[in-house]
T-cell receptor, first 117, second 113 residues
């Protein structure tokens, strides 16, 4: 149980285009999902916290107009990187909390490798 | 400023020995601390959670200790195996924002046969 999927697993896009990444909780409902970014050989950096039906809370230094987050249902959150640039190339990982378990554990997706050319 | 440090960037030990990883933090009032395993190109996998009022937690070959006086957690893998080779991340959630966790930089553990 507690499986989180991400789609796509990798994507290459041209500079200036937008890319959407989906995060789904497959066998549980998640009121809260988190989006992280990880650069090579570095740790995960929290970008934003996404609550179902409300606006996301962004961490300091993360541009909300560039990284659009939508948490439209209890099983789906999306991250859209708008007007992508090469410096946005990174590994994007989402995680989710199981609403019914009520615990503090976060279940992570497999990640999405974004390369902007 | 708040900081989480995992002292060793890399640790290389012989199969069968106990691997001990360290996580230190400053300027935090942690509600709980977690350890995760991350394999290359994959998302982290939850291993153990220990709360600030707990001293020790065990799960199979894994043991975590939490010393809020020293502001330190130790993560032990006993009878280590090559399959345990991965990057191990510690993560903290503070009382001020218990809903989100902040990660340390990780320790890359290699177990040689």
């Amino acid at each position: 149980g507690a499986v989180v999927s991400q789609h796509p697993s990798w994507v290459i896009c041209k500079s200036g285009t937008s890319v959407k990444i989906e995060c789904r909780s497959l066998d549980f409902q998640a009121t809260t999902m988190f989006w992280y970014r990880q650069f090579p050989k570095q740790s995960l950096m929290l970008m934003a916290t996404s609550n179902e039906g409300s606006k996301a809370t962004y961490e300091q230094g993360v541009e909300k107009d560039k990284f659009l987050i939508n948490h439209a249902s209890l099983t789906l959150s999306t991250l859209t990187v708008t007007s992508a640039h090469p410096e946005d190339s990174s590994f994007y990982i989402c995680s989710a909390r199981d609403r019914d378990r009520g615990g503090d554990e976060q279940y992570f997706g497999p990640g999405t490798r974004l390369t902007v050319t | 400023s708040q900081k989480i440090e995992q002292n060793s960037e890399a640790l290389n030990i012989q199969e069968g020995k106990t691997a001990t990883l360290t996580c230190n933090y400053t300027n935090y009032s942690p509600a709980y601390l977690q350890w995760y395993r991350q394999d290359p190109g994959r998302g982290p996998v939850f291993l153990l959670l220990i709360r600030e009022n707990e001293k020790e937690k065990r799960k199979e070959r894994l043991k975590v200790t939490f010393d809020t006086t020293l502001k330190q957690s130790l993560f032990h893998i006993t009878a280590s195996q090559p399959a345990d080779s991965a990057t191990y991340l510690c993560a903290l959630a503070s009382y001020s924002s218990a809903s989100k966790i902040i990660f340390g930089s990780g320790t890359r553990l290699s177990i040689r046969p």
